[in-house]
């Protein structure tokens, strides 16, 4: 059975830093693409970042680009997202997701709130 947990949201001061976990089981992540994907509060979801295992790409969104990285640590199989510089606007549920031609399993979500 697929599972996708992720971890790590909370309340952050502008400026600030998190890092979100995103554990996975049921599949092998060594050779998955992981993304992960967000939804502010009334808005639609937004695609943040992508991690391609197979091959080490990484991809991002324009608003995050420098700001936010994504990686993997098989051994552990868990995705990670690090954030840095923390806006208001990053203010979301992040979502990790499966990505095989379209997100086939999603975890449960983690609230971040940036917020002084």
């Known amino acids: 059975e697929v599972q996708l947990v992720e971890s790590g949201g909370g309340l952050v001061q502008p400026g600030g830093s998190l890092r979100l976990s995103c554990a996975a089981s049921?599949?092998?992540?060594?050779?998955?693409?992981m993304s992960w994907v967000r939804q502010a509060p009334g808005k639609g979801l937004e695609w943040v970042s992508s991690?391609?295992?197979?091959?080490?790409?990484?991809y991002y969104a324009d608003s995050v680009t420098g700001r936010f990285s994504i990686s993997t640590d098989n051994a552990r199989k868990t995705v990670y997202l690090q954030m840095n510089s923390l806006k208001p606007e990053d203010t979301a549920v992040y979502y990790c997701?499966?990505?095989?031609?379209?997100?086939?399993?999603w975890g449960q979500g983690t609230q971040v709130t940036v917020s002084s």
């Open positions: 997701a499966r990505e095989q031609a379209s997100y086939d399993y």
């Open positions: 049921g599949f092998t992540l060594s050779s998955s693409a």
């Open positions: 991690i391609y295992n197979y091959n080490s790409k990484t």
